[in-house]
């Protein structure tokens, strides 16, 4: 079976959006600093909800591309909410995930981690390892515009 996901970046950094820089420079709910990892999300939607959780400022919201991802379910390592730590989804990120994810990348156990959304817990995120044999056969799609509404980041 193919899965599609999706990754939304700022436009400025869309030609690098699959080298895992972003996630080695500044360390995520999956990775330890030092660690190539991309993070994607299950839907356009998803990834849109995850980005605004990290969203600093409103004015960057017109900056952003989305790219579409492809790849076959057979690359993908499926993680349940009730195999991880009951501390996975707090904020900030504990180090158990960012242990799990690490040891996933260096070991290089799948090209792809299916692991749940703290966002939206009942979907799915997809992590990428850019150093896994496998990750050239996830296919990489064209970056698009992608423009959050304005209305998002509206006091109330």
């Known amino acids: 079976m193919t899965i599609t996901a999706w990754r939304i970046v700022q436009s ?3 030609k690098a959006a699959f080298a895992g820089e972003g996630a080695r420079l500044y360390p ?3 990775n330890q600093r030092g660690i190539r990892m991309v993070y994607t999300a ?4 998803l990834a849109a909800l995850e980005m605004l959780a990290h ?3 409103p004015e960057f919201l017109s900056l952003y591309v989305s790219v579409p991802i ?3 379910e057979s690359i ?5 909410s009730a195999d991880l730590p009951a501390d996975w989804a707090d904020d900030p990120p504990p180090a158990s995930t960012r242990r799990l994810g690490t040891e996933w990348v260096r070991r290089r156990t799948s090209a792809v981690l299916a692991v749940p959304s703290a966002i939206v817990r009942v979907e799915t995120n997809f992590l990428l390892n850019p150093a896994h044999s496998d ?7 064209g970056a698009a515009e992608f423009r959050f509404d304005p209305r998002l980041t509206k006091p109330r």
């Open 76 to 80: 993908c390592l499926r993680v349940a």
């Open 135 to 141: 990750f050239a056969r996830i296919g990489i799609g």
């Open 12 to 14: 400025r950094h869309a």
């Open 42 to 45: 299950g839907s356009l939607s």
């Open 28 to 30: 995520g709910r999956w």
């Open 70 to 72: 492809t790849f076959d």
């Open 55 to 57: 969203l600093g400022t």
